[in-house]
Nanobody, 125 residues
Framework: VQLQASGGGSVQAGGSLRLSCAASGRTFSSGAMAWIRQGPGKEREFVAAIAWYGGSVYYADSVKGRFTISRDRASSTGYLQMSILKPEDTAVYYC???????????????????WGQGTQVTVSS
């Protein structure tokens, strides 16, 4: 599976951005897609995930109520709608995915086998 993330950019605090993650290659009818971010000088952290078939969603507490993850199964594309952005949301955002059923936690970074290249999101105050 190849993942291509796009949609990053610079925005002022309170603004919105939508990230996209296009999957190609071995596409998946089950599994999951997630967004993970890494801020300057910080470790990578889980942001959100979606079960690809059933659509269950999972969010980090820091983004609940502001970010929405979704997916379009027909086009094998995932999305992260980010609203009410804060300077602390500044990071490189990666999409990640796994195929098939798994007992691995949706929240764990090692629960994903495929990673995209990342897209920069910068939020200014």
């Amino acid at each position: 599976v190849q993942l291509q993330a796009s949609g990053g950019g610079s925005v002022q605090a309170g603004g919105s951005l939508r990230l996209s993650c296009a999957a190609s290659g071995r596409t998946f009818s089950s599994g999951a897609m997630a967004w993970i971010r890494q801020g300057p000088g910080k470790e990578r952290e889980f942001v959100a995930a979606i079960a690809w078939y059933g659509g269950s969603v999972y969010y980090a507490d820091s983004v609940k109520g502001r970010f929405t993850i979704s997916r379009d199964r027909a086009s094998s594309t995932g999305y992260l709608q980010m609203s009410i952005l804060k300077p602390e949301d500044t990071a490189v955002y990666y999409c990640a995915a796994r195929t098939g059923q798994s007992r691995r936690s949706f929240f764990a970074l090692d629960g994903y086998d495929y990673w995209g290249q990342g897209t920069q999101v910068t939020v200014s105050s």
